[in-house]
């Protein structure tokens, strides 16, 4: 079974940091393009980072770009987002998820809260 | 990049009606093309990939269509636990999801 499965959410102030971390099993992580994609209370879908398989490729949203980091630890099959200078805005639940042939979430974490607030 | 435009962004529809959603492209998206639904305080779940291909376990009531810039998820008989959140989504440069479609008990 595949899963996936976040942590390192809650809350910071304005102008802080935080790593969120993306435990997968059950697939051959390695293979496979793992993204974050974050939710506002109440509001619609953003996808905010991804990087490829092998670690080589990262790909930011314009949000996230110069901020977010993304890095990967095949080894320890994880994901990671370090997020600095962080902003109200950015308050969401952080969704791990996985890309079936680098197009579509087929596999989603059950999401870690971030609030931004002093 | 591609923006995806879901309407309506509500739906009252009784149990066993048919449910239409819509996600235009702001150009061609060629068949890629997806549909998740979102419960509360759950992530959201793939239902239909290449624009009409169920995902794993997606009961065939759910059905995709169109192409290009026009694309439709049909609900043939809504079943209580279809109100929920559907969210369309294509790959370009990066990764968009359209701003969703609320589909609630009439």
């Known amino acids: 079974e595949i899963q996936l499965l976040e942590s390192g959410g809650g809350l910071v102030k304005p102008g802080g940091s935080l790593r969120l971390s993306c435990a997968a099993s059950?697939?051959?992580?390695?293979?496979?393009?793992v993204n974050w994609i974050r939710q506002p209370p109440g509001k619609g879908l953003e996808w905010v980072s991804g990087m490829s398989g092998s670690g080589a490729t990262s790909f930011y949203a314009d949000s996230a770009k110069g901020r977010f980091t993304i890095s990967r630890d095949n080894s320890k099959k994880t994901l990671y987002l370090h997020m600095s200078d962080l902003k109200v805005d950015d308050t969401a639940v952080y969704f791990c998820a996985k890309a079936d042939r680098g197009l579509y979430f087929d596999h989603w974490g059950q999401g870690a809260l971030v609030t931004v607030s002093s | 990049e591609i923006v995806l435009t879901q309407s309506p962004a509500s739906l009252s529809v009784s149990p066993g009606q048919r449910a239409s959603l819509s996600c235009r492209a702001s150009?061609?998206?060629?068949?890629?093309l997806a549909w998740y639904q979102q419960k509360p305080g759950q992530a959201p779940r793939l239902l239909i990939y290449d624009v009409s291909k169920r995902a794993t376990g997606i009961p065939a009531r759910f059905s995709g269509s169109g192409s290009g810039t026009d694309f439709t998820l049909t609900i043939s008989s809504l079943e209580p636990e279809d109100f929920a959140v559907y969210f369309c989504?294509?790959?370009?440069?990066?990764?968009?999801f359209g701003q969703g479609t609320k589909v609630e008990v009439k």
């Open positions: 150009q061609s998206v060629s068949t890629f």
């Open positions: 989504q294509h790959r370009s440069n990066s990764w968009t």
């Open positions: 059950g697939f051959n992580f390695g293979d496979y393009i």
